[in-house]
């Protein structure tokens, strides 16, 4: 089992900054990837940037040039920077972790990001 814990959410004016992180425990030595998927109202889940065990990065077209995932080995935390933030970048942000084991997914209990003035 893998326990996430996220944190960073809240309010943001357009054009401006937020940084989530997402720690994870338990049987994290299956890493295949975490990432960060959003959730707007009505909407299905999106992929929003993941990371690889190797750090290979990717991104949601839209969050590109904006958006920045890393990670933390030493804290087990993966954080997602986003800058420039838009009205549509509203959205319930959840952080996913892949694992190779029986390639399990687990998810955490997602944080509110609002963009608005």
Do not use: H
Not at 28 to 43: D, E
């Amino acid at each position: 089992q893998v326990r996430l814990v996220e944190s960073g959410g809240g309010l943001a004016q357009p054009g401006g900054s937020l940084r989530l992180s997402c720690a994870a425990s338990g049987s994290i030595f299956g890493l295949k990837s975490m990432g960060w998927y959003r959730q707007a109202p009505g909407k299905q889940r999106e992929l929003v940037a993941t990371i690889t065990s190797g750090d290979t990065t990717d991104y949601a077209d839209s969050v590109k040039g904006r958006f920045a995932i890393s990670r933390d080995n030493t804290k087990n935390t993966v954080y997602l920077q986003m800058d420039s933030l838009e009205p549509e970048d509203t959205a319930v942000y959840y952080c996913n972790f892949k694992s190779v084991i029986r390639n399990s997914d687990y998810w955490g209990q997602g944080t509110q990001v609002t963009v608005s003035s």
